[in-house]
């Protein structure tokens, strides 16, 4: 079985040279638009750990309104990090599963009902040890994609094994943020892999 949050982008062959000087700079608007909704991503978190240590349950709305604010983050960052050359839309659809319209595809399965009161309780103590392993991860990832810059800027390509590694990174972020949004009970595998 799979986790229950997914992630995957299409990368097309080939990149315009100047993209990976530039992506940041057009991505501004969706910088800001992030920072909103990531104000708002951590109410809901808030509110959604209320509601399950109380009543052992995920409200439908919380859970579809955190599943837009991680998908949104996640294609403006795959966005600015030059992983694909499609603008990502300003969409708001509040679902669990992908609405479509960008490269990038993210899924949730949220778990709704039946939740483990004690491990949401302690969930801000069990995530250190998954949130450090993530940390290490993303400098890894952080250095890749510098070198990256480079790679694109004069060939015009992604390194597959570069692009690999940067995805396998975003899909860890994933599953670490569904996990610390309240959106699943399941414990995030020590694994870069599927």
Known sequence: MSYPAT???????????WRPLVHWLLAIPHAIVM???GILGC??????????????????????AQAMVIRYEMRTTAYV?????????FDFTTSSSDPGGSPVTLDFMPELTDRNRLTVGLRMIWIIPIALFAIIIFIAA?????????????????????????????????????????????????????
């Open 142 to 194: 952080g250095i890749v994609w510098f070198v990256a810059i480079f790679v694109v800027l004069f060939t015009g390509k992604w390194n597959e094994g570069m692009r690999e590694f940067i995805v396998k990174a975003l899909r860890l972020s994933i599953k670490v943020n569904a996990y610390a949004m309240m959106l699943t009970d399941e414990y995030p595998p020590f694994s870069l892999e599927d």
């Open 81 to 89: 990090g030059f992983l694909y050359t499609e603008y990502p839309p």
């Open 35 to 37: 920072y909103g909704l």
């Open 7 to 17: 992630f995957d982008v299409e990368t097309p062959e080939r990149i315009d040279n």
């Open 43 to 64: 109410g809901i978190g808030v509110v959604s750990w209320f509601a399950i240590v109380f009543t052992g349950a995920l409200p439908g709305g919380l859970a579809k």
